[in-house]
Structure formats: C-alpha cells, structure tokens
C-alpha cells in the first residue's frame, strides 16, 4: 500500500526521489521520507502529509547525496507521526519497508534482551534494529541484510540503505510487489514502474522471494532458496505510465470522462469480428462445470454483477466471495471448478492469497487485471488485461467498468460454447456492446442533472440505494463510491429486501437512489420506491425516458439515462454512481482523488 523507490544514480537523488514518490501518491499516504548517502554518511528527512510537505522540508534542510531510498507510508502499526514516517533507522542502517512484519513482537523482545530498545511504534523499525545489531556482530551489510530476512514472518517489499555505502541497496520482495530499473550505469529500486517510468523504461520484477544486492553495475538476484535467479528484463510503454489530470481537476473526472474511450479500445482487443478472443491458452466453459469468483471492494461487486450474466446468459454456476473470507473458510474447490480473480492492481494481497489456495484445488487460474505484469497475472494460467490504463484516483472508476466488460464477454463467450446462446443473440449483444461507448458519452451529457442532485445528496448525513438484479451489485458500488470520496454514509440493499427491516430506516432526511432501468424487473423495483415515498422518503430515480414517464411523478430528482439492453446496464449505471459521489465530494469538500484513510493498491492484509 506503501510507495518504495530507491536510486543509485549519477546526480543528486533528493529531488529524483520526491519526484518518483510523487508519481506513487495515488497509492495514498499519510506521512513521507527519503534517506541518501553522502560522502560515506547517512541521513534522513521525513514529514507528516502530503509529499508537498516533505519538499518544503528539503528547501529547508537539504539533503545531499547519489544514493537513496524513498517512501510514502500508510499507517499499519503506529499512528501518522513524523516518527513513525519511512525511513527507519537504527545506527547505520535505513530501511523503507510495505507490508507488515507479523513476529516484530518477538524480535523486539529479543532485541531488548541484547539492551536495545525502539524509538517509534512501528514494526518496520525492528527490521532496521536487527540489521544493526548483526552489522555489530561482524557481519557485511549484504549478510546482516540477508540475516535478517531470514527472522521476518509476514509479507513485505524491502529496501536497505547503510551508512558508508554508496553504491549498494539491498531489496527484497515477499508478499509486496517490487521492481529493479536498469539505467546506464544507474540502477532504481520501485514499487511498480509508474515511479520508475521517468528514470527508465527496463524493468525486472522480483518474483516471490526473491533478493536483490543492486549496485550501480546491475542487480545480482536470488531466489527464495538463495540460488542465483535470472529474472526476465522488459520494457515499459512510457505512455502508458503517464500521469497528467489532462485539464481535469480531478484524476478522478479525467478517468470518469475516459470510460467511452478506454471501452472502445478493450473492445478491439477482445473481439475479431463476431468472434471473442481470448490470450493464450485461451479457456474452454464446455469443461467448466462451476465458477468461483474472488475479489476485494469494486472488483468484487464486479465479479456480484457477472455471477448473474454468467448463471442467466451461460446457466453456469457461480459462486461470488470476498478475497480476505474467502481462504480462512478453506472452501473445497471441487473438480470442474474454474477460480477466477479481479484485482485493478493485480497485487492485492488478499485476492493473492486465495489464488495461491485454489492453485493446486481448480482445474484453472483466471484473473481479470489492469497490469498484466503484475503477481496475480503472472501467478494465472489465463491472465486478461482490462485495458483501462493507469487508474490514478483512488476510488476506481474506469477499471470498474472495464471489469465488467470483459466479464460480460466471458460469460457470452460461456453461453455460446456451452449452448446456451445462438448466433444472433450473440451477435445481438456484441453489436450493443459495441455501441455503448457512444451511449456512454450521451450518459455523461446529463452531468449537470447529476451534479445538481448530488449537491443535496451532499447534505444529507446517510443515504440509501436501491436496485434489483443485476443492479443490486451497482447499488452496492454506488454507496461504496459515496462513501469512499465523500465520507457519508450510504448502504445499499436489494429492493425487495428492504420491507424486511431497513425500511425502518426511511424518514425526509434520508435520500434514496433507486437505480430502475427499464427493464424485467423494473415494475416490481417501482413498488419497493413506492413504498418509500409512502413513507415520506426522498427519492432520486436514476431510469432511462420510458421509465422516468412512467414512474417518475412525485420523485425527489430524475437522472434519465438512455435506454440499453438489461445486460450492458450495469457498465452504464456505473457512470451516475460515480458522478453523484464525484459531485457530492466536490460539494463537501473532500480529497476526491486521495480520500482519507485509503490506499489505491491494498497489498497487506
């Protein structure tokens, strides 16, 4: 969730360090530091919020050197301090650390047996204490490092800096994804190659386990049984790490505002003609006799709105899980059982953790990502790319809808291969499929009817959503969204449920977002809004024309959508969803694009 960089390089690294950590802020972040060394001697900076914060700090108190490591840090262990920030320190050793170190208990007690006592609340600084205690016993920086990672329980992305060594990092990769860049005659130590991307275009990702002593020559690698590994090199498209708001306000308006393009373009890529294409070694739903599903937040409503295309479209069970339940229930996994898993950043430490339970248990691996390097891509025996681009704002907007398209794909291509579906309505909901980037743009021409809701949504302390079928999942990410970027809060229930206890919760205070195309079940929806209203609740119906006509008297607000077939709604309702909780932060306020607390890339548990 942490940010990692390091650099070994010919210049000044302070400001290539604040500039790569920049790049790496929508991880989200609550305090930022560097460490350099110079003429043999190590020092540090640190700061509290944001990275402007740090750089000030530096105006004021430069730092010197061409070696050095960085750090953006979301709190685990210890509140947002200047002296809990990254960099630790322990004598001559700095360490930056992502994960959590889970036996720091243990060796902090063993520590302090020896008279040696912590300075922060932090796990991460017993690491840097136990690389200094072995540096004591006679031991180089490379076996002290080494020594140490040997003691660590728990998941971790690790880089070591010492003081009278210029030309060395020591990083380590378990659990937490970590990349080496190869300059001429520089190296860079990353947590992905967004904060590279400016510094080089060569990139080797360190597989699980593995160990890194990087000089200026190269990186030396070694593998979890300490062998010398040979980790594949590749380049990176620059323009596809670029980070700019593109005369947005937001990142988060700027990748709203993208969904028409970046479908478009997902499209392309998975269909030749009628026909969809999978990557090698493709997947064949005639020999899948279930499918289950795991994710975490936005994905996982994703994989909630695909398990009804899959079980209606293709009549293949599903069965859906959250990623951090899922392995602790221990599931069986029964023979015919394909496992599936989305994750944005394909690094999401939970949704990981259950692919690595079902590897030996499903008869296949499919993951659904944006960045096909990533560890649940490379741990997948089918990996498919999104193709949404680099998602910077937090709360994810594009990915999710990219999601969904190729999930909807899947579970045709499911129908089809299982017999389920003909050719013409194949060919039926691939056109519609095609067309809907232009009735995306036509949804996204109603943002003044939606930003004028959302500014009395804004007000309101809690607020509800509703929806039946397939959008009971995109009411549940609608609440999600608002709550992530505006702080109120929202729930989401199916409507049918709502009699059974949460209809107590209605009063004029209470907005209600009634998510109702017109659709099969679009009149028993209007009976559960009607319900609502008889109650004096204040509901906003987000419908297309037919439905506002016929339903639409006596709402609080209309937002009209334009009419689309039942199955490609969800991919079109995302857009509202996402621009009232836009709109509803932008009134209160908020951080839209690094809301509080949360962090882009979730890799602890």
Same mark, same amino acid.
């Given at each position: 969730?942490?940010?990692?960089?390091?650099?070994?390089?010919?210049?000044?690294?302070?400001?290539?360090?604040?500039?790569?950590?920049?790049?790496?802020?929508?991880?989200?972040?609550?305090?930022?530091?560097?460490?350099?060394?110079?003429?043999?001697?190590?020092?540090?900076?640190?700061?509290?919020?944001?990275?402007?914060?740090?750089?000030?700090?530096?105006?004021?108190?430069?730092?010197?050197?061409?070696?050095?490591?960085?750090?953006?840090?979301?709190?685990?262990?210890?509140?947002?301090?200047?002296?809990?920030?990254?960099?630790?320190?322990?004598?001559?050793?700095?360490?930056?650390?992502?994960?959590?170190?889970?036996?720091?208990?243990?060796?902090?007690?063993?520590?302090?047996?020896?008279?040696?006592?912590?300075?922060?609340?932090?796990?991460?600084?017993?690491?840097?204490?136990?690389?200094?205690?072995?540096?004591?016993?006679?031991?180089?920086?490379?076996?002290?490092?080494?020594?140490?990672?040997?003691?660590?329980?728990?998941?971790?992305?690790?880089?070591?800096?010492?003081?009278?060594?210029?030309?060395?990092?020591?990083?380590?990769?378990?659990?937490?994804?970590?990349?080496?860049?190869?300059?001429?005659?520089?190296?860079?130590?990353?947590?992905?190659?967004?904060?590279?991307?400016?510094?080089?275009?060569?990139?080797?990702?360190?597989?699980?386990?593995?160990?890194?002593?990087?000089?200026?020559?190269?990186?030396?690698?070694?593998?979890?049984?300490?062998?010398?590994?040979?980790?594949?090199?590749?380049?990176?498209?620059?323009?596809?790490?670029?980070?700019?708001?593109?005369?947005?306000?937001?990142?988060?308006?700027?990748?709203?505002?993208?969904?028409?393009?970046?479908?478009?373009?997902?499209?392309?890529?998975?269909?030749?003609?009628?026909?969809?294409?999978?990557?090698?070694?493709?997947?064949?739903?005639?020999?899948?006799?279930?499918?289950?599903?795991?994710?975490?937040?936005?994905?996982?409503?994703?994989?909630?709105?695909?398990?009804?295309?899959?079980?209606?479209?293709?009549?293949?069970?599903?069965?859906?899980?959250?990623?951090?339940?899922?392995?602790?229930?221990?599931?069986?996994?029964?023979?015919?059982?394909?496992?599936?898993?989305?994750?944005?950043?394909?690094?999401?430490?939970?949704?990981?953790?259950?692919?690595?339970?079902?590897?030996?248990?499903?008869?296949?691996?499919?993951?659904?990502?944006?960045?096909?390097?990533?560890?649940?891509?490379?741990?997948?025996? $089918?990996? *498919?790319? /999104?193709? =949404?681009? !680099? &998602?910077? %704002?937090?709360?994810?907007?594009?990915?999710?809808?990219?999601? +969904? #398209?190729?999930? $909807?794909? *899947?579970? /045709?291509? =499911?129908? !089809? &291969?299982? %017999?389920?579906?003909?050719?013409?309505?194949?060919?039926?909901? +691939? #056109?519609?499929?095609?067309? *809907?980037?232009?009735?995306?743009?036509?949804?996204?021409?109603?943002?003044?009817?939606?930003?004028?809701?959302?500014?009395?949504?804004?007000?309101?302390?809690?607020?509800?959503?509703?929806?039946?079928?397939?959008?009971?999942?995109?009411?549940?990410?609608?609440?999600?969204?608002?709550?992530?970027?505006?702080?109120?809060?929202?729930?989401?229930?199916?409507?049918?449920?709502?009699?059974?206890?949460?209809?107590?919760?209605?009063?004029?205070?209470?907005?209600?977002?009634?998510?109702?195309?017109?659709?099969?079940?679009?009149?028993?929806?209007?009976?559960?809004?009607?319900?609502?209203?008889?109650?004096?609740?204040?509901?906003?119906?987000?419908?297309?024309?037919?439905?506002?006509?016929?339903?639409?008297?006596?709402?609080?607000?209309?937002?009209?959508?334009?009419?689309?077939?039942?199955?490609?709604?969800?991919?079109?309702?995302?857009?509202?969803?996402?621009?009232?909780?836009?709109?509803?932060?932008?009134?209160?306020?908020?951080?839209?694009?690094?809301?509080?607390?949360?962090?882009?890339?979730?890799?602890?548990?």
């Amino acid at each position: 969730m942490c940010g990692i960089v390091g650099v070994l390089g010919h210049h000044e690294v302070a400001p290539m360090l604040v500039e790569a950590l920049r790049r790496l802020e929508y991880r989200g972040y609550d305090s930022a530091g560097i460490a350099t060394v110079n003429d043999g001697t190590l020092d540090r900076r640190r700061a509290v919020g944001k990275l402007v914060n740090l750089s000030d700090l530096l105006v004021h108190e430069p730092l010197a050197g061409k070696s050095g490591i960085g750090h953006t840090r979301w709190a685990t262990h210890g509140e947002p301090s200047t002296r809990n920030a990254h960099p630790h320190r322990a004598g001559p050793v700095a360490v930056v650390h992502n994960g959590i170190i889970e036996n720091f208990r243990e060796l902090r007690a063993e520590l302090a047996a020896s008279g040696l006592h912590p300075e922060t609340d932090t796990d991460t600084e017993t690491v840097a204490m136990l690389a200094s205690h072995y540096l004591t016993q006679g031991m180089t920086p490379v076996e002290a490092a080494n020594k140490t990672l040997d003691r660590l329980d728990g998941a971790f992305a690790l880089a070591f800096l010492f003081d009278g060594e210029e030309d060395l990092i020591i990083a380590a990769r378990k659990g937490s994804p970590l990349a080496i860049g190869h300059g001429d005659g520089e190296m860079f130590v990353g947590s992905d190659a967004i904060a590279l991307a400016p510094m080089t275009d060569r990139i080797t990702y360190l597989e699980e386990g593995d160990r890194a002593i990087v000089t200026r020559r190269g990186a030396e690698i070694f593998d979890a049984r300490g062998d010398r590994a040979n980790r594949a090199t590749s380049r990176i498209r620059v323009d596809a790490t670029r980070i700019d708001k593109a005369g947005y306000k937001h990142f988060m308006a700027k990748e709203i505002a993208q969904q028409p393009t970046v479908l478009a373009d997902a499209l392309r890529a998975y269909l030749d003609g009628d026909t969809i294409v999978l990557p090698e070694p493709g997947l064949d739903f005639a020999k899948v006799d279930r499918l289950t599903m795991v994710a975490c937040g936005t994905a996982y409503f994703a994989c909630l709105t695909a398990k009804y295309w899959f079980e209606k479209l293709a009549r293949l069970p599903v069965e859906v899980d959250i990623a951090s339940e899922f392995r602790y229930r221990e599931p069986p996994v029964l023979p015919g059982t394909a496992a599936l898993f989305v994750s944005q950043s394909g690094e999401t430490a939970d949704t990981l953790a259950a692919l690595r339970y079902c590897r030996d248990k499903a008869d296949s691996i499919v993951s659904v990502v944006n960045v096909d390097t990533s560890s649940i891509a490379r741990e997948s025996d $089918l990996a *498919l790319p /999104i193709h =949404a681009g !680099v &998602e910077v %704002g937090v709360a994810s907007t594009k990915a999710f809808t990219c999601q +969904l #398209n190729v999930l $909807l794909l *899947l579970a /045709i291509k =499911a129908a !089809v &291969e299982r %017999g389920q579906m003909d050719q013409v309505r194949k060919v039926a909901l +691939l #056109n519609a499929l095609r067309a *809907l980037p232009g009735v995306m743009n036509a949804a996204l021409d109603r943002d003044g009817d939606i930003a004028r809701a959302a500014v009395q949504i804004s007000e309101a302390r809690d607020v509800l959503f509703l929806g039946r079928g397939m959008m009971y999942p995109l009411a549940h990410e609608g609440a999600l969204k608002l709550k992530e970027i505006s702080y109120i809060h929202a729930e989401a229930y199916a409507s049918g449920e709502l009699k059974h206890g949460p209809i107590a919760l209605i009063d004029k205070s209470v907005p209600v977002i009634v998510m109702a195309p017109r659709d099969s079940l679009f009149d028993k929806t209007v009976s559960n809004m009607q319900e609502v209203m008889a109650r004096g609740g204040k509901v906003c119906l987000v419908s297309d024309a037919r439905g506002v006509a016929e339903a639409g008297d006596g709402v609080w607000q209309t937002i009209t959508l334009p009419e689309v077939d039942e199955h490609l709604a969800p991919l079109l309702y995302a857009l509202p969803a996402q621009l009232l909780a836009y709109h509803a932060a932008i009134a209160k306020g908020t951080d839209v694009d690094q809301p509080r607390n949360l962090a882009k890339s979730v890799t602890v548990e």
